[in-house]
């Protein structure tokens, strides 16, 4: 059960920490990912990062604003975004992820939490 928070309205240069808890025991084994869903748009890929932390992929829109990590201890994925800009504005959702043909993919397009609303104001 994956559970999204840190979501919040924020002015455009602002930052944002998103944090992902598993409270399932597999969590250090998977991959994961963080996606987001844009009003009229289909859910992409922001960040993956493999599980031990050494392998992270990242769309070219956040590249330089947004970093992936992960503390397996704690069962817990983040998302430091900074330099927001209006475009980011979606849901934002994490999920177990695997690496295939070069991104990260979800591991299952039925096990997504209930997101959490970034919303980046002009």
């Known amino acids: 059960h994956l559970v999204e928070s840190g979501g919040g309205l924020v002015q455009a240069g602002g930052s944002l920490q998103l944090s992902c808890t598993d409270s399932g025991t597999t969590f250090s084994l998977n991959s994961m990912g963080w996606y987001r869903q844009a009003p009229g748009k289909e859910r992409e890929l922001v960040a993956g990062?493999?599980?031990?932390?050494?392998?992270?992929k990242y769309a070219d829109s956040v590249k330089g604003r947004f970093t992936i990590s992960r503390d397996n201890a704690k069962n817990t994925l983040y998302l430091q975004m900074n330099s927001l800009k209006p475009d980011d504005t979606a849901v934002y959702y994490c999920t177990q992820s695997r690496y295939y043909g070069g991104t990260f993919r979800p591991l299952s397009e039925d096990n997504w939490g209930q997101g959490t609303q970034v919303t980046v104001s002009s």
């Open positions: 990062i493999s599980s031990g932390g050494t392998n992270t």
